[in-house]
């Protein structure tokens, strides 16, 4: 995804192993607290913090900023955006709803 976006001119020409490093290391130590129900980390924090990273990693806009401002109301516009944009939180949220 990394290298595709880099072909279309959409990213910046960063290493894209290290960024899919970085970045997966981030979403799993966040995801780890978000899961224990950290109340300093909850879902949209995560979120924010990957997408702003990614920005930062990748020179682009990702739209962190009104993700951020679209999730402190919980639209479902941006719930949409969320699992599209990290979209096993889809599936862990199907999980929530079946147990």
């Not at 995801?31 to 995560?46: I, K």
Request: hydrophobic share 45%; charged share 25%; glycine share 10%.
């Amino acid at each position: 995804m990394i290298r595709a976006g880099q072909g279309a001119g959409e990213f910046g020409d960063a290493d894209a192993d290290e960024v899919a490093l970085l970045l997966s290391a981030l979403l799993d130590g966040l995801a780890v607290q978000a899961t224990l129900n950290d109340p300093a980390v909850g879902r949209e924090r995560m979120l924010r913090c990957a997408l702003e990273m990614a920005e930062s990693l990748l020179d682009c806009e990702l739209g962190a900023a009104a993700y951020e401002t679209a999730a402190g109301g919980g639209s479902e516009a941006a719930k949409h955006a969320a699992r599209e944009t990290v979209p096993h939180l889809a599936d862990t949220e199907l999980r929530r709803e079946l147990e």
